[in-house]
């Protein structure tokens, strides 16, 4: 009897227990101690093997392969090519001949209006680029402008019916996130690799003419010769990068790869498409950070620049522009590209251990300017 009593007196608290844990398992998967809810397709039940089926059937579609072609004339004499007799054949009325250059890469649609970004070493000098899509569609593509100093390319085609990418945000990528890079390697067709971010704001790869301008995502995906252009994806298939380079070479992947962020390639791409060229702030100076304090000290001045102009000499100590502190040569051009042209800038300096305010107009930078 006693017995008895006692199991009824304990018996509901186990059984409440019981009922509350099992909810509890229900609603909060993460405590079964498996990693289901950690890929973002959500259904590798309790196996632990993570898919990312899902974000590549979001991106997927927006990435295109690109074909280039291009006329290269060529001599039909093999001495030509010898340099004791070239001489005398580009002066000659030898019959030339004419090939077609065929290259690969890869594209974005980023705009349902039909604007595809891809890299400018693609289709420089193309004489026609046509564009192959996810669903197997090929069209003729226009160029519509190009950005060398992110080797960046702007191309639209006139289709119907196309998905453009969903947009990420770059200036949130961190070191350990994983990436998919989503491309046409080899041509062999559209094809995905799976890395994570090595490293973010990469400057000095050498791709553009200053390296002080670059600001590249490394990653260890594998991208090859056909992957440039192609796109660059967090685990959710959104676009983070426009893939752009490997750092080896022979041109093949070494697991150190590069991509340009996804902000900076649509600035470029507005830009491009409102003016049909990238417009760049310029001021004509060239610096080195102070070793003491926080600054540039002017090394040079571009003659007739806007900083010349104003007045700024060498051995000025830049310290401010429009009220931003500088820290480095990096971050001052980054300044001075937003600048708009003609726009009053406020520069603040040392001279000669003094503080001292200068007012310059800014102005737009070409591809023959080197100083910021």
């Known amino acids: 009897m006693f017995l008895q009593r006692l199991l009824q007196f304990v018996g509901w608290p186990i059984t409440a227990g019981v009922i509350i844990a099992l909810l509890a398992l229900l609603l909060f998967p993460q405590l079964r101690g498996t990693p289901a809810d950690f890929h973002p397709s959500n259904n590798n039940v309790g196996t632990g093997v993570v898919s990312y089926a899902d974000a590549v059937d979001r991106a997927a579609p927006a990435v295109v392969n690109v074909y280039t072609e291009k006329r290269v004339v060529q001599r039909n004499q093999n001495l030509s090519n010898n340099p004791f007799f070239r001489h005398l054949y580009n002066n000659s009325n030898i019959p030339q001949q004419e090939r077609m250059q065929k ?20 289709i ?34 006139q289709l119907n019916d196309i998905s453009a990418i969903t947009l990420g945000d770059s200036d949130k990528v961190r070191v350990g996130d994983v990436v998919l890079a989503i491309g046409n390697p080899f041509g062999v067709g559209q094809s995905v690799s ?14 553009s003419e200053e390296a002080a301008r670059e600001n590249f995502i490394q990653t260890d995906a594998a991208i090859n010769p056909g992957n440039s252009g192609g796109a660059l994806v967090d685990a959710y298939g959104n676009l983070i990068g426009i893939n752009t380079a490997v750092l080896d070479e022979s041109n093949t992947s070494a697991g150190i ?69 500088i820290e480095d040569a990096r971050q001052c051009m980054e300044i001075v590209n937003k600048l708009a042209p003609q726009s009053k800038v406020n520069i603040a300096l040392i001279r000669s251990g003094k503080l001292i305010e200068i007012e310059a107009i800014a102005g737009e930078r070409s591809s023959t300017q080197t100083k910021t």
Do not use: C
């Open 124 to 157: 420089n000098g193309a004489d026609r680029i046509a564009v192959l899509l996810y669903d197997g569609r090929v069209t003729d593509a226009e160029l519509i402008g190009m950005d060398s100093d992110n080797d960046l390319a702007v191309l639209k085609i």
């Open 257 to 325: 790869s590069f991509a340009v962020p996804a902000k900076i390639a649509m600035e470029s791409l507005r830009q491009i498409a409102k003016h049909g060229r990238v417009i760049r702030g310029w001021l004509g100076i060239e610096g080195v950070p102070h070793p003491r304090i926080k600054g540039i000290v002017i090394t040079g001045l571009y003659p007739g620049g806007p900083a010349h102009i104003a007045g700024i000499l060498p051995d000025d100590i830049l310290t401010h522009i429009n009220g931003t502190e």
């Open 103 to 122: 290259t690969l890469g890869s594209g974005v649609i980023v705009d349902d209006s039909g604007l595809i970004l891809t890299n400018n070493h693609v």
């Open 194 to 207: 799976q890395g994570i971010v090595s490293a973010t704001g990469r400057w000095n790869v050498g791709i």
